[in-house]
């Protein structure tokens, strides 16, 4: 038995004193109106209506039953229009989740605008490398980097990205640079360590070719992205890094590309920046205000590009 549509039911008869008027109030059949009024009277085990040719009128224990039953359908209004009133102007609790240190440098950078733009929103932000199950975490929104995400979530990429050698000016003066495709099984690399294998996937910039294992030594290994950033920033050797981290350090001559003709991949497929959400019917306005804030402050070519 649907409880919510027969409470509903037996609220309009007993208003309206009539199984027919309730039916047709309700705009159902009033065989459907009795059904419901009889599968409550048998769930409670008493009877609600007094049947006469002269109409229907409550019993005592129907009167006791539509004074509560009113003011449950109350509360259920009450709830649906504070609940739909949340959904049109944007409040409550936002929980992300976004890696380190995109995090760090692309999403903490907006927090202080977000928060003054939206001051009935609040952020719970975790940081985090790995992929999480949102809906066993609780969490409304992540930020995830690499190949297109499970499809079980909504996704919307965020910006693309674009991984390349790089190492520091001092490095470059004093190491000559190998041929890639000839050298790679000497080459001293810094490794993220949470690249699989030995190795990275590599094709020629600005082209449909397919990506091509890469095998490389390493001296130094590492599992977080800011960390390899430095380490090369500081002359330990070449480094695959995303243009995302490195642009301020480009920017400022700090790092140089070197195979300036190679591009890099952690995956055989190119990579991007997802922003990922369960799916739902209906999508809270705090995440859609959070996604088109984000979106707009990224840009089209995100600004880290230009």
């Known amino acids: 038995m649907n409880y919510f549509a027969a409470i509903k039911t037996f609220v309009k008869a007993a208003e309206l004193n009539s199984f027919s008027s309730a039916a047709k109030e309700l705009n159902i059949k009033t065989s459907t109106v009795s059904r419901h009024v009889a599968d409550l009277e048998e769930d409670l085990r008493i009877a609600l209506f007094n049947r006469s040719t002269r109409g229907l009128t409550l019993t005592e224990a129907g009167k006791l039953f539509y004074s509560h039953a009113t003011q449950l359908l109350q509360q259920w209004e009450e709830a649906r229009n504070l609940t739909s009133a949340l ?13 380190y240190a995109f995090g760090h440098r692309h999403v903490m950078h907006f927090v202080d ?7 009935d929103i609040s952020l719970d932000i975790t940081f985090s490398d790995e992929v999480q199950d949102l809906i066993e975490s609780q969490i409304d929104l992540s930020i995830r980097i690499g190949t297109l995400p499970d499809s079980t979530m909504h996704a919307r990429k965020l910006a693309s990205q674009n991984r390349y050698a790089w190492a520091s000016p001092e490095w470059i003066e004093h190491h000559p640079l190998p041929d890639l495709t000839a050298d790679k099984k000497d080459l001293q690399i810094l490794m993220l360590s949470r690249l699989r294998g030995d190795g990275w996937y590599a094709r020629r910039v600005n082209s449909e070719d397919e990506w091509m ?25 070449i480094a695959m890094l995303p243009d995302w981290l490195t642009w301020q350090d480009q920017k400022d001559l700090r790092l140089q590309r070197v195979f300036p003709e190679w591009e890099f991949s952690m995956f055989r497929a190119e990579t991007a920046i997802w922003i990922v959400y369960p799916r739902k019917r209906i999508v809270s306005s705090k995440v859609r205000t959070f996604i088109d804030f984000i979106v707009d402050k990224t840009g089209s070519p995100p600004y880290w590009k230009n």
């Open 87 to 99: 959904n049109q102007r944007p409040a409550g609790l936002l929980r992300l989740s976004v890696p």
């Open 213 to 237: 294992r890469m095998p490389i030594n390493y001296r130094l290994s590492v599992n977080d992205s800011e960390a390899l950033l430095y380490a090369c920033r500081n002359g330990a050797g």
């Open 113 to 119: 605008e977000f928060l003054s733009l939206h001051p």
